[in-house]
């Protein structure tokens, strides 16, 4: 007896799993987004979040960036490279402590900072739209609480 494929094997619906729910949600909020950074400057994610970082805090260790936007020290490591071979950080090492480098951005970085920021803004304001102020305020509430950042 052959199997229907669409028929669930239990009542456990992964379509309303809240994680799956989210991790669907990010996915598809930031694919237009994600291609204005990838198209006008070829970054990839962790690249764009790294520069976002030091653009928002200013002067920063890859250590802090790493803690704050919760990414792996290997991945911000890759993505500060990449920002440094195209001019937009500047690596310094600390003075009171040799080991840890302190990141800038360039005028270059800030440049494309400021560009991407603006896209940012008003693609935040697009995605925003989609439901009424309430709902948004709502929304994002619910999100940074779910992040621990509330």
């Known amino acids: 007896m052959t199997q229907d494929k669409s028929a669930k094997k239990d ?11 989210l991790n669907r949600a990010a996915e598809e909020s930031s694919l237009e ?7 006008r400057y070829g970054m990839l994610r962790t690249e764009w979040r790294v520069l976002f970082h030091l653009g928002n805090y200013g002067e920063m260790t890859a250590k802090e960036i790493g803690e ?3 990414i792996h020290k290997t991945k911000v490591s890759r993505a500060v490279s990449k920002l440094e071979q195209r001019r937009y950080l500047a690596r310094n090492r600390d003075t009171s ?4 480098e ?3 951005l360039t005028s270059a970085g800030q440049t ?3 560009d991407l ?15 009424s102020r309430d709902e948004a305020e709502l929304l994002r509430k619910m999100l940074r609480r ?5």
């Open 11 to 21: 009542d456990f619906d992964l379509q309303e799993f809240l994680p799956y729910l």
């Open 33 to 39: 987004f994600q291609q204005v950074y990838k198209d």
């Open 68 to 70: 704050r936007a919760k």
């Open 97 to 100: 402590d040799r080991r840890v």
């Open 102 to 104: 302190q990141l800038t």
């Open 112 to 114: 494309v900072y400021r």
């Open 117 to 131: 920021r603006l896209v940012a803004e008003a693609y935040d304001s697009k995605l925003a739209g989609l439901f």
């Open 146 to 150: 779910l992040a621990h950042m509330d």
